[in-house]
Nanobody, 114 residues
Framework: QVQFVESGGGSVQPGGALRLSCTNS?????????MAWYRQAPGKQRELVAS??????EYRDFVRGRFTISINSARDTVYLQMNNLRPEDTGLYFC????????WGQGTQVTVSS
C-alpha cells in the first residue's frame, strides 16, 4: 500500500522560497518514477501544480519558471523547489501520482504572507 508523507512547508514572505519533500512511508522499496505535486487553497478544489514522468517535467502556467519538481537518485523522495513565492501560492500541498491514483497524505501547509 502506498502512503505518502509530505514535509517542508512553512510561512514565508512574498519572494521567499521553500523546498517540499515527499516520501512513501509504507513501502521504502517502492521506487518513484512518475509523480506529481498538487495544492489546495482555502475554499478551492485541489489542483495539479507540476508532474514528472520518466524524467520529463511539466508545470502549470501559474508556477512555470518558479517551481521545480524532481526525484532524487535513490528514487525514494520527490521534491518541489518553490522560488519567488506569491500570496496566491498559499495552500496545502500534496504529492501523488500524475493520475492521483494513490491515497492522499496529510499534505504540508504553505503560507505566503507579508
Amino acid at each position: 500500500q502506498v502512503q505518502f508523507v509530505e514535509s517542508g512547508g512553512g510561512s514565508v514572505q512574498p519572494g521567499g522560497a521553500l523546498r517540499l519533500s515527499c516520501t512513501n512511508s509504507r513501502n521504502l522499496r517502492l521506487k518513484l518514477n512518475n509523480m506529481a505535486w498538487y495544492r489546495q487553497a482555502p475554499g478551492k478544489q485541489r489542483e495539479l501544480v507540476a508532474s514528472i514522468r520518466s524524467g520529463r517535467t511539466e508545470y502549470r502556467d501559474f508556477v512555470r519558471g518558479r517551481f521545480t519538481i524532481s526525484i532524487n537518485s535513490a528514487r525514494d523522495t520527490v521534491y518541489l523547489q518553490m522560488n519567488n513565492l506569491r500570496p496566491e501560492d498559499t495552500g496545502l500541498y500534496f504529492c501523488n501520482g500524475p493520475s492521483a491514483s494513490y491515497s492522499w497524505g496529510q499534505g504540508t501547509q504553505v503560507t505566503v504572507s507579508s
